[in-house]
């Protein structure tokens, strides 16, 4: 487990907002949490990550996807300071993440797999971090945001996975950090504790926190992050929201039940219709770039035909599709970042 790096005011009433409002933050977007610019990084002859830029906003939670072996994770070290680079330049609110000590105190680190002393009880971890900072977070308010109340006097080896991963969350907190850096938070979680680990991401990126997600988890990305940028092989291969990326994929489908037998020529004809199948008598399936303008489009040519149309839906794409489009074997390809 890497030392918290500055305190929080805890619980989820008790978090305490930062210096500047969100709304002040918006109005930065010049002063970026983190900007990467052409960053490069070499282990032997192999270049693990090639050239890589972007920026995070402060305020934002992104997700920064990519197989293994992508360079995600040579990126993000570099990111918190544990790693030299090759080329290229990182800022990190501001300033190098290897050079000023201070930097420590306004990030937050929670790793996947933290190991701290296996006999030290919860409690008594969550005051130890709390005491390395100027204004530490209550530790019982923290114990409670966790919900690791009924585990305050368990010793840390006896914990679940689960109940690990919150404690780590709890310890990364323990700064009041202005940027986190948070490494497949919700492993080994079980489907409460981590929706409850959900909501408190959501809580402190309204507070102003830039949240900077690494997960395989791909739903968790899509539900949480504001923008995604997924690496391949040290290098971009895609970035924007994640409704830009689900677009751009063109995986998606528009659905809809009527008469059998509906001329496939005359549904093609639709603005913005690529493909229209009758994939058995009266289910059809149309897609096309913009699906919400093909139902609009679907519903007028259908009152004008005096059709009887129901069950129309849109099923769009996952995050998990695009991000296998683009990396997977097999995939089609890369398309621009956005």
């Known amino acids: 487990m890497a030392l918290p790096l ?6 989820k009433t008790a978090l305490a907002p930062h210096d500047r409002s969100r709304r002040a933050l918006a109005s930065e977007h010049q002063e970026m949490a983190i900007q990467v610019t052409g960053l490069v990084k070499h282990y032997g002859h192999t270049r693990a ?7 995070v906003q402060r305020g934002e939670v992104f997700a920064l996807l990519g197989p293994n072996g992508a360079g995600k994770t040579t990126t993000i070290e570099i990111l918190e300071g ?3 680079r090759d080329g290229g330049d990182v800022a990190v609110l501001g300033q190098d993440p290897q050079a000023p000590v201070d930097l420590k105190q306004r990030v937050g680190l929670m790793l996947q797999q933290g190991v701290i002393y296996p006999n030290i009880q919860v409690l008594e971890a969550l005051r130890l971090f709390c005491s390395y900072y100027a204004r530490p977070a209550d530790p019982a308010q923290l114990l409670h ?3 690791l109340e009924a585990q305050a006097k368990a010793r840390f080896r006896t914990l679940s996975g689960g109940q690990k991963q919150r404690l780590s969350l709890g310890l990364a907190l323990a700064g009041n950090p202005e940027l986190i850096f948070l490494d497949e ?3 080994a979680m079980d489907p409460q504790a981590r929706l409850v680990t959900w909501d408190l991401m959501k809580d402190l990126r309204q507070k102003g ?3 900077l997600l690494s997960t395989h988890y791909l739903e968790e990305a899509q539900r949480l992050a504001d923008r995604v940028a997924i690496i391949d092989h040290g290098r971009l291969v895609a970035l924007g929201t994640p409704e830009e990326l689900l677009a751009q994929s063109g995986k998606g489908v528009v659905r809809f039940i009527a008469t059998s037998g509906l001329p496939a020529a005359a549904l093609r004809a639709l603005p913005g219709v690529r493909t229209a199948q009758e994939e058995r008598p009266g289910a059809y399936v149309l897609t096309g770039a913009d699906l919400d303008e093909i139902v609009i489009d679907v519903a007028i040519w259908s009152r004008a035909q005096r059709l009887r149309v129901t069950g129309l839906r849109v099923e769009r794409a996952t995050l998990e599709e695009v991000f296998l489009q683009l990396t997977g074997d097999g995939g089609e390809g890369r398309v621009d970042s956005v």
Do not use: Y
């Open 209 to 211: 926190v830039t949240l």
């Open 49 to 55: 990550v090639d050239d890589l830029s972007f920026g």
């Open 6 to 11: 500055e305190p929080i005011a805890a619980t």
């Open 82 to 84: 544990f790693r030299a």
């Open 145 to 147: 945001l966790i919900g």
């Open 185 to 187: 938070p919700t492993a």
